[in-house]
């Protein structure tokens, strides 16, 4: 967990203090004349990550970084090895296992070898790697009390999107060809992406002034009229309003199996934890006696803390338990 957040933060810092292909003063290319060639395909593929090409750097600070970023992703793969040693194949199917090998693999591609700084493509790999490491972050807070319980929620929205995702594209697709016959609008022109502005008009982006109005349409003028109030009811109105309440409709659902499948990951994540620690440093740690007093106030502050966050659900049990034996007791 420490590791994955030093991690993540070190490489938020690498992405802020670098310089940006739109950022002034970025001149990947020009001190070496080592433009890309997009027309020559060798040429091109050839200076894919190629440390030549890349502008060197020597403040302080961005090495810091650079080094403090190498050193977190060494742990993190170190800690993923001692895993995938200890459960094996079960392990190395996971979600989190994939995710973080690739994390690890585009970062590594883009900020390898140090001192030099990242160029088109090695932001592209960055790019597809923070957005890799985020989701493998949010695997983590799942484990959290306070908030895990809605991103239980939303992996499941997730999945109930996904399901109806393939109706999506047939029907965007099918409103696209007309479209792109049609329409002479910017996005529907020849080497244009049609079906993603065909997208873009089912989530509401209709610009019915500017693509139906003032725009010469001629001979398709009034077929478009008709093509528009098709896609308004069975793209904006009928397709959305089913996606959205087949994903609304299962929050009531996720609500009552969430505390429950929150509770299977951390069990899961204990059991990998320990798995993956060696069993002499692993006796170090063992507790075999844990007390909760729940009516006991905390004294100091990080007690008040640790009773807050640590474990609130826990107390709350145990303060019902309580409650319905004395009950028991009375009646």
Known sequence: MFTQVGFLVSLCLYYLLMKKPHD????????????????NGSVY????????????????????????????????????????????????MSVQFVLTMLSLLLISAATLPGGYAPCDNEWRAIAAG?????????????????????????????????????????FVLGMSIPLDVMMPQDGFKQGQPSIISTLAMTLGEMQFRDNFIKGNNSPFTYDLYVLFIVCCIFLNLALMNLMIGAAVGDISKVEKRAYITRLRTQVNFLLESEAAVLSGIRGWFHVEKLVIRPNKKPKTFWQAIYHRFIYPEQIEFIKKTEEQNQTAERT
């Open 24 to 39: 002034d003063g970025y001149n990947c290319y020009t001190s070496r004349n080592a433009a890309p060639n997009h027309t």
């Open 45 to 92: 593929l050839s200076r894919l990550f190629d440390p030549s090409s890349r502008p060197q750097f020597s403040e302080t600070h961005l090495v810091v970084v650079q080094r403090a970023l190498h050193f977190f992703m060494l742990t993190v793969f170190l800690w993923e090895a001692a895993t995938l040693w200890s459960l094996g194949r079960r392990h190395a």
């Open 130 to 170: 923070s957005m890799t490491s985020f989701l493998i972050f949010s695997l983590f807070i799942v484990r959290f009390d306070q908030i895990g319980f809605y991103f239980v929620m939303y992996f499941e929205v997730i999945k109930t999107m996904l399901k109806v995702s393939l109706m999506l594209f047939f």
